[in-house]
């Protein structure tokens, strides 16, 4: 069975269940970072549980930005697999990351909102923070392929 059709069929199950976990838990990526999504007043929202690993400038500690960065895309990405009619995996197209500030060594949480969704291709902006929502770590806005090609019709 491929990585793909196994997302599938969690992400099937996640949308029967309303257990996101199960999808992130289908990704090695997503377990190695520690993230975690539930829903939360109508939001999904993505965190990414703090451990030694995901430091980047031991000195500081802050974490290192690719984990940042990869937060983001999959807090973006889960978004738009939880809003989805259809279960179609999207793809990046391009990501565009702010680092606003260091991220220090506590957990860190994202919030993904689709800002266009068309029928190839679809928006989002996404933030994440720490202590505090208004006060956010890193920005994205990533643009994603959403539409089936003839390989990936299921």
């Known amino acids: ?23 992130i838990e289908a990704v090695p990526y997503a377990q190695f ?7 939360a007043g109508g939001e999904l929202l993505t965190t990414m549980k703090y451990s030694e690993q995901l ?21 973006a990405i889960f978004e738009l697999l939880w809003r989805a009619e259809t279960i179609v ?3 990046t197209i391009t990501i565009t990351v702010d680092y606003l500030r260091s991220g220090g060594p506590v957990d860190t949480h994202a919030r993904g909102v689709v800002t266009r969704h068309g029928r190839r291709v679809t928006n989002v902006r996404v933030e994440a923070w ?10 994205a806005h990533a643009i994603f392929l959403v539409t089936r090609d ?3 019709d299921h």
């Open 89 to 91: 995996l999207p793809k």
């Open 130 to 139: 720490q202590a505090d929502r208004n006060a956010p770590v890193a920005t």
């Open 33 to 39: 970072l520690g993230l975690t999504a539930e829903l």
């Open 55 to 75: 430091i980047g400038n031991p000195a500081l500690p802050a974490l290192h930005g690719g984990t940042l960065g990869a937060l983001l895309e999959s807090a």
């Open 1 to 23: 069975m491929t990585l793909e059709v196994k997302l599938i069929e969690r992400l099937a199950e996640a949308k029967r269940t309303g257990n996101y976990q199960a999808l």
């Open 150 to 152: 003839a390989k990936s």
